[in-house]
């Protein structure tokens, strides 16, 4: 390729300042610098995490940035010390960083990586390259990173760390979902709350993430899927996904997680929040078993002051854990499940409502916040 080691000027999303739309504008792209690789986007997908850093609620935030975390591309050109990647390969962008060295990535106990970990502040969120400095500029100005990987811009530069070789015959179009929302869901159901056999199940918040959850329920092999949502019209695929119940706390005449432990006689197993919230929270440990019941956080509600908990709840017998990534360890887990898409173990095509330019952008954040759509695809 005529571009190796040039700036490449390209189509990206900037966002200038909170609670405005994104702005398409072209942008400056640096040559990757050593262990970094860049890579052409090809699709990629609107998740709610995009809007936290411009959500007018948000405490502390780094702009402009390009943000987009979700997403599938070919690798243009590699930096120095590259080896794991070449021009030409299938890949996608990962928020949750392998290095496989560190103490976190040589334990199973955990999918993290101390790259994140042990930063602060915008190192946390990977809001800059490793060197402290930006690979984008735009109008004369550094544009911060998102997560390590700004997807919405058609090139990107990515750490070695944050990326993950794919079959050359995947679906980018597809595939772009494990960058996060499918794995987080489907991973936090197998890997974090490691639903049983002929268990019960609540899922809070029917987006891509909760849908992705029912599925790893269903994969479990849970014998009833309780989904919650306070959107109706997400209950027709959420039982099409495996769902067995359907509640919307709107239409009840008492708390939910009343409802849930009348329904299953003292409560489910398995509790997966994929909504956040204090509200969602609450419910969500509300409604598991007293013994052995267990509650999954997932999703994050921006400003919302979380929950406060009782010892008495935990003794007995309930437990809480969280989950980044659904637990996944990146860089050798999301070829794997890309391959198993491929071979039909699960089903990412029910999850992409719309596909759309890039240049729709704004339109897809809409959707997403309107509740029409579960993931809107962007093609450039």
Known sequence: ????????????????????????????VAPPKAHEVRVQIIATAVCHSDHHPIDPKAEDRFLPVILGHEAAGIVESVGPGVTGFKPGDKVIPLYTPQCKKCKLCLSPLTNLCEKITLAKGPAFRQELMEDNTSRFTCKGKPIYHFFGISTFSQYTVVSDKNLAKIDDDANLERVCLLGCGFSTGYGAALNTAKV?????????????????????????????????????????????????????????????????????????????????GSEAMRAALDCVRVGWG???????????KGLTISPLELIMGRTINGTAFGGWKSVDSVPKLATDYKNKKFDLDALVTHTLPFDKINEAFDLLHQGKSIRTVLIF
């Open 294 to 304: 267990s509650c999954t956080f997932i999703g994050v509600a921006m400003g919302d």
């Open 1 to 28: 390729m005529g571009t190796k080691g040039k700036v490449i000027k390209c189509k990206a999303a900037v966002a200038w300042e909170a609670g405005k739309p994104l702005c398409i504008e072209e942008v400056e």
């Open 196 to 276: 049983t056999p002929g268990s019960t199940c609540a899922v809070f918040g029917l987006g891509g993430v909760g849908l992705s959850a029912i599925m790893g329920c269903k994969v479990a092999g849970a014998s009833r899927i309780i989904a919650i949502d306070i959107n109706s019209e997400k209950f027709t695929k959420a039982k099409a996904l495996g769902a067995t119940d359907c509640l919307n706390p709107r239409d009840l005449d008492k708390r939910v997680q009343e409802v849930i432990i009348e329904m299953t006689n003292g409560g489910v197993d398995f509790a997966l929040d994929c909504a956040g």
